[in-house]
């Protein structure tokens, strides 16, 4: 006995609805998607921009920029060390997906 496996194009709703979930849609535009992707392509690729911006920002926030002049007296703040080892992994991986750009 042989066994026809088909899918009844279940494997492009699964993308479908990993693509609007990632764009955080709800499951009444799933159809919508499969239809005309290109405004949720738009989208997405806007939400992209909008995250490397703020990935640069978070980066030239971390660095000593030329327009910056250090203060005369440095402020002193305590903080934890763990507090400071958190610091410092997140300026790590910021600048790591800055180089990956």
Do not use: W
């Amino acid at each position: 006995m042989t066994i026809i496996e088909h899918d009844f194009g279940k494997k492009d709703r699964d993308k479908v609805r990993r693509f609007a979930q990632l764009l955080s849609l709800e499951a009444q535009h799933e159809a919508k998607v499969l239809a005309n992707p290109i405004p949720y392509l738009e989208r997405a690729t806007e939400r992209i921009s909008q995250l490397e911006m703020a990935l640069l920002e978070a980066s030239n926030a971390a660095n000593f920029t030329l327009g910056e002049k250090p203060a005369s007296e440095p402020e002193k703040v305590e903080i934890d060390k763990a507090e400071y080892e958190r610091l410092l992994r997140c300026k790590t991986l910021v600048e790591n997906a800055i180089k990956k750009l």
